[in-house]
């Protein structure tokens, strides 16, 4: 019996398709990939916020809002120092792994680069940076560390904020210079960083 | 008022229209028509007032400037007795303890706060949040974005220009559209609007919130940031301020533009304002006194108040 070489239709027919499978494999897991680092990202802050609740009930409470400026300073300072009694030793990465940092990476620089991204990271970079010309208090990057009150608070472009993963209320993203900080709202602490992420 | 009322109401504007062209559409809002800034007392309008507020910018330096526009604007009170005052931002510079608030809040406007005159704050970007929305005077209710409502068919809506997310847009985009007052102002602080050769336009936060205002009825909006007074043009029917300068100055800060209306960056200024029915009047007095604007603009017609 003669096997008859198939036709150059079916070849192609046939390359095309296996083609198609390779391509939507990838697709497939960079999707799974990209779903993984947003579930560890996830997984992380959730352990950071039950060391954060932790701290707070461990702190006199104060009310929603008070005349004394002092005490709500003060309230402020002592959940610092227990969130800094409850991680010690805690590290750049913690939060920010390095897929996460990846993901964060990318999200950010999609919005920030090219001409369609020049006014967002004009936003970032420019006024209210901390790292610009009319901040005069310099932030110092660490982990545990206080944001000072002397210094600005970046503005975040709405662009960046709403591609980035949502933050619950006690966490928010800010800029300092080029790099990226998780800061903790309500401890006003550097929770964890990336650097030159612009 | 009863249905039978209202048609009468809306024959009586057309006509009115008619014979007089009168214009009511937003998108040609009828000019702002100016006073001339003669007198440096602040006047009293012929009709029954119903609002009188007044607004202040960029604050918390705790220098002379500040104390002197508190003084003014005191002073102002004696012959237009304004409710409470909305603060645009950068209420507190250079550090947030106990004796900041004092310096560069409660002493500076301790006549008025002595009185019980409200300050409604908002947030810019030399704020500590979590201090600021904590702190009773700045009345925000420990939240970064609120709304109030000081009289009937008259609500503000402060927001946090600094972090504008998803959760601020679709909170302001659900409250404005549930509000069913004639006058809708919201106050913040990074303009988006602005000829300022500093800082100029935030133009990634008018991409998102300029639909949401002009969608809802929003009719003014106030900013600071900018370290001077700018009346802007109306823009898609919304009139806005930039009112930066209330301690802090930048002198020849303004690169007027095609939008700019008034511009004022030799000194410092308070503004005040009052609502009668549709109209809105507002005048800008320097903080040696001068009125350096005025004016009054009405706002947009609008369709039967829902919830609010």
New interface residues.
């Given amino acids: 019996m003669r096997i008859q070489p198939a036709s150059k239709l079916t070849t192609w027919a046939v390359m095309a398709i296996i083609l198609f499978m390779v391509c939507a494999c990838a697709e497939s897991g960079q999707a799974t990939g990209a779903q993984d680092q947003s579930k560890e990202f996830q997984a992380r802050i959730d352990k950071y916020l039950e060391i954060h609740r932790k701290a707070v009930a461990s702190v006199p409470a ?1 009310p ?7 005490l ?2 003060k309230h ?1 300072q002592q959940i610092a120092a227990a969130i800094r009694s409850l991680r010690p030793n805690a590290l750049v990465g913690e939060i920010f792994t390095p897929a996460v940092r990846q993901m964060i990476v990318g999200t950010v620089k999609q919005k920030v680069d090219g001409k369609a991204g020049e ?2 990271k004009e ?1 970032i970079l ?3 940076n901390p790292k610009g010309p009319e901040s ?2 310099s932030v110092n990057l660490a982990v545990n560390g206080v944001y000072p ?2 210094a ?8 960046v ?2 591609a980035l993963p ?1 933050l619950p209320k006690e966490l ?1 993203y800010r800029f300092v210079g080029r790099n990226l900080i998780l800061r903790d ?2 401890a ?1 602490l550097i929770v964890d960083f990336i650097p030159n992420v612009i | 008022m009863n249905p039978a009322g209202k048609s009468l109401r809306l024959t009586f504007v057309l006509l009115f229209s008619l014979l007089f062209q009168f214009q009511a559409q937003p998108q040609s809002r009828p000019e702002v028509q100016p006073r001339p800034p003669a007198a440096a007392a602040a006047q009293q309008p012929a009709k029954q007032p119903e609002l009188k507020f007044a607004i202040l910018g960029d604050t918390g330096t705790g220098g002379r400037e500040q104390y002197e526009v508190g003084q003014k604007l005191t002073a102002t009170r004696g012959t237009f007795p304004f409710e409470f005052v909305i603060m645009l931002g950068d209420n507190m510079y ?5 004796r ?3 310096t560069k809040f409660e002493k500076p406007y301790e006549a008025l706060l002595s009185t019980g005159i409200k300050f409604y704050a908002s947030l810019g ?7 600021q929305i ?4 700045f009345n ?3 939240q970064r974005y609120y709304t109030f409502k000081p009289k009937d068919g008259v609500r503000f809506f402060a927001l946090d ?7 601020q ?1 679709d909170w302001l985009e659900n409250e404005l559209k549930n509000s069913g007052s004639e006058w809708k102002i919201c106050f913040f602080h ?1 303009p988006l609007y602005s000829s300022g050769e ?2 100029g336009p ?4 008018r ?2 919130l300029e639909p949401l205002l002009m969608k809802n009825g929003v009719d003014v909006v106030f900013a600071g ?1 900018e370290h001077f007074y700018e009346r802007i043009k109306p823009q898609n029917g919304i009139q806005y301020f930039i009112l930066g300068n209330s301690a802090k100055l930048r002198k020849g800060g303004i690169a007027t533009s095609e939008i700019t209306a008034k511009g004022f960056d030799t000194d410092n200024a308070f503004m005040i304002a009052e609502i009668t029915g549709d109209e809105m009047s507002f005048q800008t007095i320097s903080r040696k006194g001068t009125v350096i604007d005025s004016g009054k603009f009405r706002r947009a017609e609008r369709k039967a108040a829902t919830n609010d």
Avoid at chain 1, 64 to 70: G, L, S
Avoid at chain 2, 94 to 98: L, N
Avoid at chain 2, 125 to 131: K, T
Avoid at chain 2, 202 to 205: I, N, R
């Fill in positions: 104060i929603k809002e008070t005349t004394d400026a002092a709500i300073a402020e006014s967002a936003t420019g006024e209210g005069g208090t009150t002397t600005p608070l970046s503005t975040v472009p709405p662009s904020l709403m949502t928010e709202t309500v006003n | 250079g550090g947030e303890s106990a900041d608030f004092q970007n030399h704020d500590v949040p979590e201090r904590a702190y009773k005077p925000m209710g420990g220009s600094n972090y504008v997310d998803k959760k847009l990074h500093k800082h935030s133009l990634e936060l991409k998102v940031h």
